[in-house]
């Protein structure tokens, strides 16, 4: 079955733009999870949403958030462009529930560029 | 608040020699751990995880790690390498609603 698909895969913005990055999860995942990664700081956990419902939140600022469609699909949007946003974003879905509720399949991730 | 500790941030070895990364997790309560890898230019994959029941899991590619709750640990092994093994190693623990705490993860070369 299909991936994670996380799109664009690559994009450039500038400082105070905003964007919006797209995630379709594996199909019958109701779970999607989102990610950011950099060298500095690694791979910190930015938000999860279930059945259209965020239900844990990491710590980041307020110009980062996201929702989910009825159809599981989830976007994550950030505001006001810093370069220290620069980073590869990775999106991960899982069942959400039950035994498979804590295995996370990751896609290939949205890489962005700040200048 | 919960937290990973991988030690090793760059691994070097040879073809065939043995490997063990460490990761040591900080929490009290239950757990469910991780091993993912990331090859160049690839995606995180799951390697193998722990839930319960039997310390020593086997995962995927001959990978294996030991739970030793009493050390809060969750160590990743492998007999031999190859140099295909070359990759990022991350280490997590989940303790509830799908957030993972990763490590800050162990580069390994293997030189052929």
């Known amino acids: 079955k299909a991936g994670v698909t996380q799109t664009p895969r690559y994009l450039i913005k500038t400082r105070g733009q905003q964007v919006t990055l797209s995630c379709s999860p594996i199909?019958?995942?109701?779970?999607v999870s989102w990610y950011q990664q950099t060298p500095g700081q690694g791979l910190q956990f930015l938000f999860e949403y279930f059945s259209e419902t965020q239900r844990n939140k990491g710590n980041f600022p307020g110009r980062f958030s996201g929702r989910q469609f009825s159809n599981s699909r989830s976007e994550m949007n950030v505001s006001t462009l810093e370069l220290g946003d620069s980073a590869l974003y990775l999106c991960?879905?899982?069942?959400?529930?039950?035994?498979?509720?804590?295995?996370?399949?990751f896609g290939a991730g949205s890489r962005l560029t700040v200048l | 608040a919960q937290s990973v500790s991988q030690h090793n941030h760059h691994v070097i070895l040879s073809e065939a020699a043995s490997l063990e990364l460490g990761c040591n997790y900080s929490y009290g309560g239950t757990v469910n751990l991780f091993w993912y890898v990331q090859y160049p230019g690839q995606h995180l994959q799951l390697l193998l995880k722990?839930?319960?029941?039997?310390?020593l899991v086997k995962g995927i590619k001959g990978f294996e790690a030991e739970f030793i709750k009493s050390k809060f640990s969750f160590n990743l092994r492998k007999p031999s390498v190859q140099w295909s093994h070359t990759a990022e190693y991350f280490c997590?623990?989940?303790?509830?609603?799908?957030?993972?705490?990763f490590g800050t993860g162990t580069r390994l070369l293997v030189s052929p």
């Open positions: 722990y839930f319960s029941g039997d310390p």
């Open positions: 997590a623990v989940n303790t509830g609603f799908q957030k993972l705490v």
């Open positions: 991960a879905s899982s069942l959400g529930e039950g035994s498979g509720a804590n295995v996370l399949t």
């Open positions: 199909s019958g995942h109701r779970s």
